[in-house]
């Protein structure tokens, strides 16, 4: 993990350790989103996406975390597009009701 590279285990977790972590996740976190937005603002867009994320981590530096997360993120949106395929296969749409129409899956009930 990231956060623990930093961290020397004989001198334990203090609070003051703590603190460190949590001050330079915050700036690396708001390093990046602050990129981001910039980007979107730029081109007159209301949301900031995964590969806007990716495309700041780059553009700052950070050029050893930009190969993992393309591939992770592709790897993440073909797996959700088949996850996403498998409910309407059977009949059913991602929130679980019936494909067919609004009857909740009572087609086979009778009355």
Same mark, same amino acid.
């Given at each position: 993990?990231? &956060?623990?590279?930093?961290? /020397?285990?004989? !001198?334990?977790?203090?609070? +003051?350790?703590?603190?460190?972590?949590? +001050? &330079? =996740?915050?700036?690396? +976190? *708001?390093?990046? +989103?602050? !990129?981001? *937005?910039?980007?979107?603002?730029?081109? /007159? #867009?209301?949301?900031?996406?995964?590969?806007?994320?990716?495309?700041?981590?780059? #553009? =700052?530096?950070?050029?050893?975390?930009?190969?993992?997360?393309?591939?992770? =993120?592709? #790897?993440?949106?073909?797996? !959700?597009?088949? &996850?996403?395929?498998?409910?309407?296969?059977?009949?059913?749409?991602?929130?679980?009701?019936?494909? #067919?129409?609004?009857?909740?899956? *009572?087609?086979?009930?009778?009355?």
């Amino acid at each position: 993990m990231i &956060c623990l590279d930093g961290v /020397h285990f004989e !001198e334990g977790n203090s609070s +003051t350790n703590i603190e460190s972590q949590n +001050t &330079c =996740l915050s700036e690396f +976190t *708001s390093s990046i +989103t602050s !990129e981001a *937005s910039e980007r979107c603002k730029i081109e /007159h #867009r209301k949301i900031i996406t995964a590969n806007d994320l990716i495309w700041a981590m780059d #553009r =700052l530096g950070f050029d050893d975390y930009v190969g993992p997360l393309v591939f992770y =993120l592709q #790897r993440y949106r073909n797996y !959700e597009a088949q &996850c996403n395929d498998v409910p309407i296969k059977f009949g059913f749409d991602k929130d679980g009701s019936s494909a #067919r129409g609004s009857n909740n899956g *009572s087609d086979n009930v009778q009355g």
